[in-house]
């Protein structure tokens, strides 16, 4: 890295500009892209094979979208495990008993640091009501439905799930079930890949 700035600053996420090279002594090359602090979602799989979609509306798309419980990677301290199962119970008022790594992915490398790291949660219960977490704003729109994981994977080719956590969560999902989840990583594994979190080993 030759150089780094900050050229916009948002309510959420920053803009950087880089200068770098690829390797010393080549031409320097400058890039804008998304200072993104990363997220995690879930995918929830109950004993009858079915998964949780939520419906929630984005605004940049201008559309109600089918989403998987997921969330910023936004407080001090909190590790992606903690943050996944917070969001479940914020989002959908659910604990899980089993997780495990489902995938790990870039959103948008060419234009964002954003990294996602997508989990399979099993066993799911219900928040107690009075342990609830009280949604606001967009997420106080949203809507709950336990859909069989193959049509799920269907809604998907079909072109009616477009959030890509979801559909990668989904797609993800139905592998693993077809090994019989075997092979899957721990929830605790390192996440060596988030660009925030190489340094301390994930």
């Given amino acids: 890295m030759l150089h780094s700035e900050t050229v916009y600053s948002g309510r959420i996420w920053n803009v950087l500009q880089d200068t770098f090279e690829l390797s010393e002594g ?6 804008d892209y998304i200072d ?8 929830v799989l109950d004993d009858q094979d079915r998964v949780l979609l939520v419906r929630q509306y ?3 798309v201008g559309m109600q979208l089918w ?5 910023l990677l936004d407080m001090e301290g909190e590790r992606p495990l903690q943050a996944a199962a917070r969001e479940l119970a914020e989002e959908a008022d659910l604990t899980a008993g089993r997780w495990d790594v489902l995938v790990d992915m870039f959103n948008s490398p060419g234009s964002s640091s954003e990294a996602l790291r997508i989990y399979l949660a099993r066993d799911p219960h219900l928040v107690p009501a009075d342990q609830r977490f009280e949604r606001t ?16 994977v269907q809604a998907v080719l079909d072109g009616n799930i477009h ?4 559909v990668a969560g989904v797609m993800a999902a139905a ?15 390192p996440w060596t890949a988030h660009p925030r979190l190489r340094a301390s080993g994930g």
Avoid: C, K, Y
């Fill in 26 to 31: 080549a031409a320097p090359l400058v890039r």
């Fill in 36 to 43: 993104h602090p990363g997220a995690v979602a879930t995918l």
């Fill in 58 to 60: 984005r605004h940049p």
């Fill in 67 to 71: 989403e998987i419980p997921a969330g």
């Fill in 137 to 152: 704003e967009e997420e106080a729109e949203m809507q709950w439905q336990w859909v069989p994981l193959a049509d799920a």
């Fill in 163 to 166: 959030n890509l956590s979801a």
């Fill in 175 to 189: 592998a693993a079930r077809a090994q019989d989840f075997t092979g899957l990583r721990p929830a605790e594994e």
